[in-house]
Nanobody, 125 residues
Framework: QVRLVESGGGSVQAGGSLRLSCAGK???????????LGWFRQAPGREREGVAA??????IYSDSVKGRFTISRDSATPILYLQLNNLKLEDTAMYYC?????????????????WGQGTQVTVSS
């Protein structure tokens, strides 16, 4: 059974950094490349928001994280990463990785049909 498992969340002061990982369990090496992959976040009382996504052609980022977050993947393992730098209070949320229904990059949650359980990121002043 294919599943996604996130890790790497935690508590950090504003301006700090974290690296999130999303391991593909039951996923054969190099098959990650067949799909778009993305990172989303959801704060209490708010809708799930796409922050970064990657496909075979490139990456996209939401305006709120552009220049601070970097998405990457290791297809051999396979693991999806999200490097979070210069964290701000408003970055506090549960972060989820997702696998797309297809192979084109998207920040729309409806374009994803496989999700991990989430990892919490808390930024304090």
């Amino acid at each position: 059974q294919v599943r996604l498992v996130e890790s790497g969340g935690g508590s950090v002061q504003a301006g700090g950094s974290l690296r999130l990982s999303c391991a593909g369990k039951g996923v054969a090496p190099y098959t990650f490349d067949r799909y778009s992959l993305g990172w989303f976040r959801q704060a209490p009382g708010r809708e799930r928001e796409g922050v970064a996504a990657i496909d075979s052609w490139g990456t996209i980022y939401s305006d709120s994280v552009k220049g601070r977050f970097t998405i990457s993947r290791d297809s051999a393992t396979p693991i999806l990463y999200l490097q979070l730098n210069n964290l701000k209070l408003e970055d506090t949320a549960m972060y989820y990785c997702g696998r797309g229904r297809g192979d084109r990059v998207s920040l729309t949650s409806g374009d994803f049909n496989l999700w991990g359980q989430g990892t919490q990121v808390t930024v304090s002043s």
